[in-house]
C-alpha cells in the first residue's frame, strides 16, 4: 500500500496467488497487495509442499527484514 502512494504504477504488476496452498486463506483486504508482493520477488513464501505464504501467522523479524530488503530493491 506504501508503494502505490508513492507510485501511482506500483499496482501494474500482480502475480497469482494459486501456486500457494493456503491462497483462500488471504483476507480479501490483502489480496490485491500480496499479489503485488508477490508479483515483485518481496514474498515468496514457504518452503512447504505446496508453498505457502501462511497468511494468518506473525511474520518473525526476519520475514519482515528480508521483505524491507527486497522492497529497496524493486524501487
Given at each position: 500500500?506504501?508503494?502505490?502512494?508513492?507510485?501511482?504504477?506500483?499496482?501494474?504488476?500482480?502475480?497469482?496467488?494459486?501456486?500457494?496452498?493456503?491462497?483462500?486463506?488471504?483476507?480479501?483486504?490483502?489480496?490485491?497487495?500480496?499479489?503485488?508482493?508477490?508479483?515483485?520477488?518481496?514474498?515468496?513464501?514457504?518452503?512447504?509442499?505446496?508453498?505457502?505464504?501462511?497468511?494468518?501467522?506473525?511474520?518473525?523479524r526476519?520475514d519482515?527484514?528480508?521483505?524491507?530488503?527486497?522492497?529497496?530493491?524493486?524501487?
Amino acid at each position: 500500500r506504501y508503494a502505490d502512494s508513492v507510485n501511482s504504477d506500483s499496482l501494474a504488476c500482480t502475480a497469482s496467488l494459486d501456486g500457494f496452498g493456503d491462497a483462500a486463506r488471504v483476507s480479501a483486504f490483502a489480496q490485491e497487495a500480496l499479489q503485488w508482493a508477490v508479483a515483485n520477488g518481496i514474498v515468496s513464501g514457504r518452503e512447504t509442499n505446496p508453498p505457502s505464504i501462511v497468511p494468518q501467522a506473525n511474520a518473525s523479524r526476519g520475514d519482515c527484514a528480508t521483505m524491507m530488503a527486497r522492497y529497496m530493491n524493486v524501487l
